[in-house]
Nanobody, 119 residues
């Protein structure tokens, strides 16, 4: 079984920063891509940033220049969020496309971490 677990959410004032982490664990053969999504109250879940294995990172237009996605060699992904604004308030979800040892690719979601930006 593979899973991803987010951490790092919280309450921050507008203009502040937060760093989210997402750790993948289990019998992992390869991680094909990881990404961050968010869902604000009353809105649909949207892609924030994505980092595929061996490919270019991509960002939603609303976060370009403010958020940075990265991944280390230990199956952990990060989202550095700077210049946060109230409209960034949402539950942030980690998403991963993982090939486990069974070699049957899986899409895995975390439980979400709440980011609240006060004005």
């Amino acid at each position: 079984q593979v899973q991803v677990v987010e951490s790092g959410g919280g309450l921050v004032q507008a203009g502040g920063s937060l760093r989210l982490s997402c750790a993948a664990s289990g019998r992992i053969f390869a991680i094909n891509a990881m990404g961050w999504y968010r869902q604000a109250p009353g809105k649909q879940r949207e892609l924030v940033a994505r980092i595929p294995s061996g490919g270019p990172t991509m960002y939603a237009d609303s976060v370009k220049g403010r958020f940075t996605i990265s991944k280390d060699n230990a199956n952990t992904m990060y989202l550095q969020m700077n210049s946060l604004q109230p409209e960034d308030t949402a539950v942030y979800y980690c998403n991963a496309l993982i090939t486990p040892m069974t070699l049957r690719p899986l899409e895995v979601w975390g439980q979400g971490t709440l980011v609240t930006v006060s004005s």
